[in-house]
């Protein structure tokens, strides 16, 4: 394969040979679903995804907090299947089951031996499509999510991620939590959630995803066949969803730092600034400068930090990228006396890649650690499945391993150097949990 393969939404099929001898099949139904499969030589087992392009980001006030409420309910049985029958028809071939819910889609998902694909399909469209949302189970659940949020809320490195977003984003709906607040999933009634469900989960907004052992045209018809036996009517033709328009919004980081006060050891501290959206060209560029940056025990962050100094134990970089926004985030927990010096390195290692730039050697170190981390997790069926839901779903565009790396190979010291100029002329935020005096932090300025 060479270059990247358009994904089309009013393009029926497709067939991609892809890096390593994999068949890489595409079916646009004329219902509006979308069937992605890749099929890789020796597997023996498979995992399948449903996809739904709908996140928390999307979310109305009346329904904070319901995309992951829904993600739960819809393991809470069908008409076909209870919540224990739903369980056990995974547990009882060792599978894995389980969902996905973020800012920009939400993913029902199982890894089966290759002759329990058919089940999985099966079960797995049950649950999507023909969910109950049951009266009692849903306020079962609610008592779960509010367990499952103040388990986060007691993890201050989850805590300070989150300051982080909203500190960057504001009121941009990104920057809300995927979960929702305890107040919101308190409040919210089960008519909103379920019309949320009906507004969301419609043939054209399914993309379905299996990577590993599967044969296309069976799936494909085992899917069709799966949906009418849960009584959708796909007879009527509908286009696809349209994907999220990308263009980037008005962000303005917060010119305070975000400061949560916590009886901890540790402060968890979060620098960082906007960075550049899923679609943009410069990604392959961004994922070299963070590698040089926090990237790995070579990075550094961490050989300034830790290595030199011994100022924390953690400390890496991290770039989240959706369809219109994007993040650029530096992470220490250390001791509350040094966070001011941690802080004060972190903007050090950070400028230092625009005004003194990096060398050949750290390019070629970061392309060598970013190829061979793309090439080791493609040895697992999940991060194949994954590939092509997002590919679908946010990119638009399907890219293999050799296309991946080509691009990386394309990325210069000089593109790392301007790429950074850029990055840190813009506004920095700050965003901190533990006990740390707020007059002892403060945000850099540019």
């Known amino acids: ?8 939404l009013d393009q029926a099929d497709l067939r991609i040979t892809a890096s390593g001898g994999t068949l890489v099949r595409r079916s646009v139904l004329p ?15 498979a995992t399948a995804g449903i996809w739904v392009a709908v996140g928390s980001r999307d979310e109305q006030p009346e329904t904070y907090g319901s ?17 224990l ?22 993913c029902y998902y199982a890894k089966v031996r290759d002759q329990d694909l058919p089940m999985a399909v099966d079960v797995l469209t ?14 079962t659940e609610r008592g779960v999510i509010l367990e499952e949020l103040a388990m986060a809320d007691d993890d201050p490195a989850d805590v300070a991620s989150e300051r982080f977003f909203e500190a960057v984003l504001g009121d941009h709906p990104l920057g809300r939590p995927i979960g929702g607040s305890p ?7 089960r008519d909103a959630v379920l019309g949320h469900y009906r507004a969301n989960y419609r043939p054209q907004d399914l993309v379905v995803t299996v990577a590993g052992a599967v044969d296309h045209d069976e799936l494909v018809a085992r899917i069709q066949a799966a949906l009418v036996l849960a009584g959708w ?43 550049l959206t899923a679609l943009d060209d410069d990604r392959p560029t961004l994922a070299v400068l963070s590698s040089i940056l926090g990237g790995g025990m070579s990075s550094r962050l961490f050989q300034e930090v830790r290595e030199k100094r011994g100022l924390a134990y953690s400390v890496y970089s991290f770039t989240p990228s959706y369809s219109d926004a994007g993040l650029v985030g530096m992470y220490a927990g250390c001791s509350p006396a040094k966070a001011p010096q941690v802080v004060d390195l972190m903007l050090e290692q950070f400028r230092a890649l625009a005004s003194d730039g990096v060398t050949d050697e750290e390019v070629a170190r970061a392309l060598g650690q970013l190829g061979g981390a793309s090439a080791l997790a493609l040895e697992d069926s999940d991060t194949r499945m994954t590939r092509l839901g997002r590919a679908e779903i946010t990119v638009g565009e399907f890219l293999d391993l050799d296309e991946s790396l080509r691009r990386l190979a394309r990325v210069t010291p000089d593109g790392v150097r301007e790429l950074a100029a850029d990055l840190v002329s813009r506004p920095l935020a700050l965003a901190a949990v533990g006990s740390v005096d707020a007059g002892v932090l403060a945000v850099p300025a540019v």
């Open 183 to 189: 107040e919101a999933i308190a409040a919210v009634s």
């Open 126 to 139: 049950d649950m999507v499509v023909s969910s109950l949302l049951d009266p009692l189970e849903f306020e």
């Open 1 to 8: 394969m060479n270059g990247a393969v358009p994904l089309p």
């Open 233 to 275: 009517d796909l007879s009527l033709d509908a286009a696809p969803v349209a994907r999220r328009i990308a263009l980037p919004p008005v962000l303005a980081a917060a010119s305070a730092p975000v400061i949560v006060e916590r009886p901890l050891e540790q402060v968890n501290l979060i620098l960082g600034t906007t960075g």
């Open 31 to 45: 219902s509006g679903v979308r069937v992605l499969t890749e099929r890789v030589p020796g597997a023996a087992s």
């Open 67 to 83: 995309t992951h409420f829904l993600e739960h309910l819809l393991f809470k049985g069908t008409p076909a299947r209870s919540a």
């Open 85 to 106: 029958d739903i369980a056990v028809s995974f547990d009882a071939v060792g599978g894995e089951h389980n969902a996905m819910t973020a800012k920009e889609y939400t």
